[in-house]
């Protein structure tokens, strides 16, 4: 299968014609063996290994590992005095804060400028090659979005460049107010959307490339976030007084955004090339396996060296020891202890998105406690082989869901009308049935209330797209990123002392010893019997009838006081830094304003 991550000639090729492109001035007269700006776009061909090319700065692993964390779904393992553990718990500060995401999507909007610049530009060419320039075209507006859209998220109100570098000579810039930009990027995916083909019609092979269907999943997502909640402040005077959490204050406008985003959805529903998966798992053993199916609608590729330094299924995947047959895996990511239970009974994502085990140096499956659950939808033991490296699992990123599309269409539906729709009831419920393995039984009774329907949305995100990087940014969009980790924080110090809804949960495990024989291992989860009490002579019992007996929790965090112990490094720790009106919008490196002096006296004013 022909995969973009595999073609390295071809996207150092394109990076090269890029830089020449946008970097003349610093070059002497190239030699006419080489490609340059003028002749570039004179072949369809020569063209595409631009676009190609394009895609290699769309994906960084900051955005799930770094930028990831810190949600009621996802925390760090890493050291307290580690710049990833201090992000992930909202300890931010101009030297800490990750600076590859920035770059690397800034870098891709130029190169996507100086694509649009010379696709634009291509005349004269056969209806069929025209028809070829106009989808590529299409795919590098929508890219542009893509990646505006991934920095807007973090950083807020951002430099905002729509022409080559090369061509305006303009190489500092200041704040542009995320609005404006939000708008330009749904004006390009709208473009996006005209000038791309449907999958089925076969412009690409792969959906590591952008089709008519992707780029309207991207438009609504654009929309969702450009109507949503973001940490603002008045960008004539920076005043710390002047930050709130808010939406932006044009009230049709975000009526607008909610129909935009909807209709994209619907016409993706309408046109039926996606579906859902039938079970759950396959959607995550297709991604590990490297096959496509009709649910993944956009991943970023991740095969051979050139994969832009992202180790997925490594450092957010499961334990493995490095003896074992599947080669070493050390998650650097863990799941927050509650999240295990926040799943409702029977519901199948569970246990695909949690792994309750690890593999040791025998290859047996060792069983987790509630502190030590880690992701599982890309894990190692799925996969058919080691890949390129243990660190390089050679495991697409799977930007676009079919399932965000029916979420979304939802959601939007839902904020339109002040009240969810049969269709949005049906979009959901698609989803939530699915998770249920197809028994709507199981699923409960769908709220008929926008309050209702808004937190039943944002909980099925929650069980849907775990670990998959969108759960930090959609707590901010909706207004509640603070809410939601203060009740999250307090729910882990319940369940560590077992009390509250957690009074009842398991005190030990008992489970099998079992071991894993090869590659597209079977086992989701490992079974086991709960109990709540257990004497000495009980585990004695248990262990000589070949039995493993696993404590789920350690010493409570609290003393006879109720107050915080010294041992509870996990619960003191957890978001430490969580501060409203604060921590929803990442301050600016202080490297970014060092090298851009349009940025100087405009950081985040809460730092």
């Not at 020569?46 to 900051?62: D, H, I, L």
């Not at 975000?254 to 309408?270: G, M, S, T």
Request: proline content about 3%; hydrophobic content about 35%.
């Amino acid at each position: 299968m022909k995969r973009i991550s595999n073609i390295g000639y071809v996207i150092g090729m394109a990076l090269s014609i890029l830089t020449i492109s946008s970097c003349k001035k610093f070059l002497d007269q190239p030699s006419e063996s080489k490609f340059n700006s003028g002749t570039i776009f004179e072949s369809v061909g020569k063209a595409e290994m631009v676009v190609v090319g394009c895609y290699s700065q769309t994906f960084n692993r900051e955005l799930y590992y770094q930028l990831g964390m810190g949600t009621d779904e996802c925390i760090s393992t890493e050291g307290e005095t580690n710049s990833k553990n201090q992000v992930a718990n909202y300890i931010y500060t101009p030297a800490n804060i990750p600076t590859s995401t920035y770059t690397a999507m800034y870098m891709g909007i130029e190169y996507a400028n100086v694509a649009i610049k010379g696709l634009e530009g291509m005349t004269g060419f056969s209806d069929a090659e025209q028809l070829k320039i106009n989808s590529m075209l299409g795919e590098v507006y929508a890219i542009r979005a893509m990646n505006y859209l991934n920095i807007i998220r973090f950083f807020g109100d951002v430099p905002y460049s729509i022409a080559p570098v090369g061509e305006t000579g303009i190489f500092t810039s200041s704040r542009v107010s995320r609005d404006v930009i939000y708008d330009g990027c749904i004006a390009d995916l709208q473009k996006a959307v005209t000038l791309l083909p449907w999958k089925s019609a076969g412009a690409v092979s792969t959906v590591e490339r952008f089709t008519k269907n992707s780029a309207n999943g991207i438009l609504a997502r654009v929309a969702l976030y450009a109507a949503g909640y973001s940490l603002r402040w008045d960008l004539n005077t920076y005043s710390a007084g002047s930050v709130q959490i808010a939406q932006r204050p044009d009230k049709s406008r975000i009526k607008e955004l909610y129909k935009i985003a909807a209709d994209a959805c619907k016409e993706v529903i309408d046109k039926g090339e996606n579906t859902l998966l039938s079970s759950f798992e396959t959607v995550f053993r297709d991604l590990i396996t490297r096959k496509y199916n009709s649910e993944s609608m956009l991943e970023f590729g991740q095969y051979g060296n050139d994969n832009n330094g992202s180790v997925v299924g490594y450092s957010n995947g499961i334990f493995v020891h490095t003896s074992s047959l599947f080669g070493k895996s050390q998650p650097a990511m863990g799941v927050t202890p509650t999240y295990w239970f926040d799943f409702a009974e029977g519901d199948t994502r569970r246990d695909v998105t949690i792994c309750n085990y690890g593999i040791d140096s025998d290859n047996s499956r060792k069983m987790n406690a509630y502190s030590s659950n880690t992701i599982g939808k890309f894990r190692v033991t799925w996969a058919d082989q080691i890949g390129t490296a243990i660190n390089k699992r050679d495991i697409n990123w799977p930007v676009l869901r079919y399932s965000d599309i029916l979420l979304m269409y939802a959601e939007a539906l839902n904020e339109y009308y002040n009240s969810p729709t049969a269709e949005a009831k049906s979009s959901l419920e698609k989803v939530r049935t699915r998770g249920f393995g197809g028994d709507a039984s199981k699923i409960g009774t769908t709220p008929s209330d926008y309050l209702g329907f808004r937190q039943a949305i944002i909980d099925e995100r929650k069980f849907e797209f775990g670990f998959e990087a969108l759960r930090r940014t959609d707590l901010a969009r909706w207004g509640i990123l603070y809410e939601t980790l203060s009740a999250t924080k307090q729910n882990v110090i319940d369940l560590a002392n077992r009390t509250g809804k957690y009074a009842n949960s398991d005190l030990y495990r008992v489970y099998k010893k079992e071991i894993a024989t090869g590659f597209k291992d079977p086992v989701v989860a490992v079974p086991y019997t709960a109990y709540n009490q257990m004497t000495s002579a009980d585990s004695t019992r248990l262990v000589a009838a070949g039995n493993i007996v696993l404590r789920m929790r350690g010493a409570s965090p609290l003393n006879s006081q109720g107050v915080l112990t010294a041992n509870a490094a996990l619960v003191t720790n957890l978001f430490r830094g969580l501060e409203k009106n604060k921590v929803e919008i990442l301050p600016l490196a202080t490297s970014t304003i060092d090298v851009n002096s349009g940025l100087k006296g405009q950081q985040h004013p809460k730092y």
